[in-house]
């Protein structure tokens, strides 16, 4: 079993920053591969940003592209989601969500542990 643990969702104006941690603890957490999903109200969820199984890749939603930076803390087990330029329509759930060896980064079923999610909301 792997736990994830998100934290550092709040209420920001439009324009400002929030950054987002995940940490990772349980058996063999190091050993997956790590992604940040989001779920607006009357929406499905959706992948915003990702690494890939050897996290010398990242992958971003277009709508967060140079706005959100994943980044990771492997002595800490904690991974980050650096979110600048924040505007009304990144107001959602984040999740952290960990998959497995060789699955796909852009498949939700692919992440077979997920966080309990943290709100973000941006104000106008």
């Known amino acids: 079993q792997v736990q994830l643990v998100e934290s550092g969702g709040g209420l920001v104006q439009a324009g400002g920053s929030l950054r987002l941690s995940c940490a990772a603890s349980?058996?063999?957490?190091?050993?997956?591969?790590m992604g940040w999903f989001r779920q607006a109200p009357g929406k499905e969820r959706e992948l915003v940003a990702a690494?890939?199984?050897?996290?010398?890749?990242?992958y971003y939603a277009d709508s967060v592209k140079g706005r959100f930076t994943i980044s990771r803390d492997n002595a800490k087990n904690t991974v980050y989601l650096q979110m600048n330029n924040l505007k009304p329509e990144d107001t959602a759930v984040y999740y952290c969500?960990?998959?497995?060896?060789?699955?796909?980064?852009?498949?939700?079923?692919?992440?077979?542990?997920w966080g309990q999610g943290t709100q973000v909301t941006v104000a106008s």
């Open positions: 969500a960990a998959r497995g060896l060789g699955s796909s980064a852009y498949s939700q079923s692919s992440y077979v542990y």
């Open positions: 690494f890939s199984w050897s996290a010398d890749s990242t």
């Open positions: 349980g058996r063999a957490s190091s050993r997956y591969a």
